[in-house]
């Protein structure tokens, strides 16, 4: 197709695509308008010839301007390239070139405004030159009513999982092409299975200030979360961050097509579809429909989400008011033809969805008539797990059919989208606090918006620390007010610009984490391999956290003992009382020597008392040669100074398959280990002796029936 056969001009000077897909560059955009203004007369559909004022002119061939009347819209830019159209009176409308370095089927996001900027039309590739390396070009719009967008700061993002990411900003556009430049390459440390890491929920995280004694010298650092890995490897943790902070990807969908669906048509206003929120709470972020008009309806037409009532699948139908409500899609935009459409949920308002909930995401539109309405495609005999409901002044379910649907999402990352989370850009001095801020809440100031991601007190704060969304970082005077806590402090002076990692942990090895700034992790999930940075920057490198395992127990039957070991047997004589306890509410534990570096810091001993038993008592913690004890009441046995006391590594009734302890490795150790069950499967007592060395040990229990 020529561009004439694309484009259509009104009278008043309205420019359209009218096309299916061709893209043009703006100097072929400027040359055929002025091969139109040279006619002696006008024809078909392109109102514009020697009679007409100048419809466009050229500062360069990638800076066009269209003078008023003449103008594009966001539909007719989606198929312009190569530079800059600037239109309306001041300057009003400014699209900018955008030019992608990075590698073929790179898929590009790009955050404008705090938000990731939709409809997504550029994806994966968009008038790529892979010979020059360009994976991308197309215009953005920077600048409406007289206004740049966010001062036209851009910020271009790769994240697909399993990739590398990468991050690259604008921090103002300017007329012509506009340089991002991205890496896009398989992440080795990366390979896991969506499915597999999406569910690992067990990995959790504490946000906002934490404190966190990473390199084990008994005093904390700072830093602005806490991640707990849980049972999972640390290149797991790596993984899972990666999922959450990847650009949202389709939670559910279906594609199905052949039926048409009215919507707008005086009788249907609404046409919705049920579907499912896996097992993460989520953020729904975007949806995709396809869509055409039928004669020439006017107005807008929206996406709502609702909850559903009754059976998925079947007779469900949305219920109660909208949860999120899309931006506006302008239906004159529409053609004849079936095109898959985007409409994005604007950030403030996006809903998170609970996990393991269905929904219902509806098309609305009710600016038609008979003649004049929107049609979205679906299937009559459709196969999607849910089903679709119609709207004519009440919800009726169609048990069969099905709409062509695609619903993204992201998690929740410090009360983002995980797609828009970046970490701290700005560390801000603070003083003259008012009010109590929340752990992580949004903040404003004269000129911008950011999230609060830590602040070292929440009543007395003298630092603070944000992910700036929009506009420019604050600056010495200016007053931070928290949106949700309506608290304040003004900037003191210092603003520190941090530099960001990609993805936002920082990297990993495979077996180690070297996180980004001030980034926590759970002291007893880090080895000695792994580097932590805290909110001064200070490298933090763990000691070696070990741990020992005994395995194939049955949860509620066995009895799991482990010990010190001496001679093939279990050294009750470990440690030597100091102090006789025989009071209502002792409180301490003394022995003679000092408790060995590589104990637990909370845990269990058992204590010798007169009578011969061994008691087991819990520590809250050690130092020196005491372990500090609830209070207990030894005035009925007594224990004298000289008894035995032997650290009780695991002593407990088997709550899972497999128990554990973890301790800082400091020497190689003997241990004891025991296991007994003489109840519903009882077998001979198991009982062997294990190491526990620089890389952690492990003994199995042998089941020998006793029945």
């Not at 007369?41 to 514009?48: E, F, M, T, V």
């Not at 992580?440 to 603070?464: C, D, H, R, Y």
């Not at 992910?467 to 806590?485: C, D, E, F, K, M």
Request: charged letters at 15%; glycine letters at 10%; a negative charge.
């Amino acid at each position: 197709m020529a561009i004439q056969d694309d484009f259509s001009i009104a009278a008043t000077g309205d420019i359209r695509y009218t096309g299916t897909g061709s893209n043009y560059t703006v100097i072929q955009f400027h040359r055929w308008l002025g091969d139109l203004m040279d006619d002696g007369y006008a024809s078909g559909n392109d109102i514009l010839d020697i009679t007409d004022a100048t419809a466009s002119e050229r500062s360069t061939d990638n800076i066009i301007k269209l003078n008023s009347p003449y103008n594009i819209d966001d539909i007719a830019a989606q198929h312009l390239y190569d530079g800059s159209i600037i239109q309306g009176v001041a300057e009003a409308v400014i699209y900018d070139g955008i030019l992608v370095y990075a590698p073929a089927d790179t898929y590009l996001q790009i955050i404008q405004n705090g938000a990731s900027a939709a409809p997504n039309f550029w994806t994966t590739s968009l008038n790529a030159d892979v010979n020059n390396g360009i994976s991308h070009r197309f215009m953005l719009k920077v600048r409406t009513g007289g206004v740049d967008i966010d001062g036209r700061r851009l910020i271009g993002q790769t994240r697909v999982f399993g990739s590398t990411y990468s991050e690259f900003k604008i921090n103002g556009t300017s007329r012509g092409n506009n340089v991002l430049a991205l890496t896009y390459a398989t992440d080795l440390n990366n390979q896991t299975a969506v499915a597999t890491i999406k569910g690992y929920t067990n990995i959790t995280n504490t946000e906002g200030y934490r404190a966190i004694d990473v390199n084990g010298d008994t005093t904390s650092e700072y830093y602005y979360s806490e991640w707990n890995r849980a049972n999972r490897t640390i290149n797991h943790l790596f993984e899972r961050t990666k999922w959450l902070s990847r650009t949202s990807t389709s939670e559910d969908g279906y594609t199905g097509t052949g039926t048409n669906y009215p919507v707008g048509n005086g009788t249907v206003t609404r046409v919705a579809q049920a579907f499912a929120n896996g097992v993460v709470a989520q953020n729904l972020t975007r949806a995709r429909f396809r869509l055409k008009k039928v004669g020439s309806p006017t107005g807008n037409l929206t996406v709502n989400l609702y909850s559903i009532t009754g059976s998925f699948g079947t007779t469900a139908v949305p219920t109660g008011a909208a949860l999120a409500t899309s931006s506006t899609l302008d239906v004159t935009t529409l053609t004849t033809s079936y095109l898959e459409k985007e409409l994005g949920f604007p950030v403030a308002t996006q809903y998170n969805m609970v996990d393991g909930y269905n929904y219902a995401i509806s098309v609305e539109y009710s600016g038609g008539d008979g003649s004049n309405y929107v049609h979205v495609e679906g299937n009559a005999t459709g196969s999607h797990a849910g089903n679709l409901a119609n709207y004519t002044g009440s919800w009726a379910a169609v048990a069969a059919e099905d709409l062509w649907f695609d619903c993204f999402a992201s998690p929740l990352l410090y009360e983002l989208p995980g797609e828009l989370f970046r970490g701290i850009t700005h560390e801000i001095d603070v003083n003259t606090p008012s009010g109590t801020f929340q752990p992580v809440e949004p903040v404003t100031w004269t000129g911008g918006a950011g999230q609060m991601l830590a602040i070292n007190s929440p009543t007395a704060a003298t630092k603070m620390w944000i992910q700036l969304l929009t506009g420019s970082a604050p600056t010495n005077g200016l007053t931070i007010t928290g949106s949700q806590s309506t608290a304040s402090v003004v900037v003191n002076v210092t603003v520190t610009e941090r530099s960001l990692s990609q993805p936002f942990i920082g990297a990993s090895t495979g077996t180690a984490i070297i996180g980004s700034y001030g980034l926590g992790v759970e002291s007893a999930d880090l080895t000695s391999s792994d580097k932590l940075f805290d909110l001064t920057n200070t490298q933090r490198v763990p000691p070696n956290n070990v741990t020992f395992t005994v395995s194939g127990l049955i949860i509620g039957e066995d009895r799991v003992l482990v010990g010190p070991e001496n001679g093939g047997v279990l050294n009750v004589g470990q440690l030597v009382l100091n102090t006789t306890l025989s009071a209502s509410g002792e409180t301490a534990v003394v022995v003679t020597a000092s408790i060995p570096s590589d104990t637990p810091t909370t845990g269990s001993i058992r204590i010798e008392l007169n009578s011969g038993i061994y008691r087991r008592v819990d520590y809250t913690g050690r130092a020196g040669s005491t372990f500090t004890i609830a209070p207990t009441d030894f005035t009925s046995d007594n224990a004298s100074a000289t008894n035995d006391v032997y650290i009780s590594y695991i002593d407990k009734l088997a709550t899972a398959t497999e128990e554990s302890f973890t301790v800082v490795y400091n020497t190689t150790r003997s241990l004891f280990v025991r296991v007994r069950d003489g109840g519903g499967t009882p077998i001979k007592t198991f009982e062997t002796t294990a190491s526990l060395g620089s890389g952690g040990g492990s003994a199995t229990a042998i089941r020998t029936t006793d029945a």
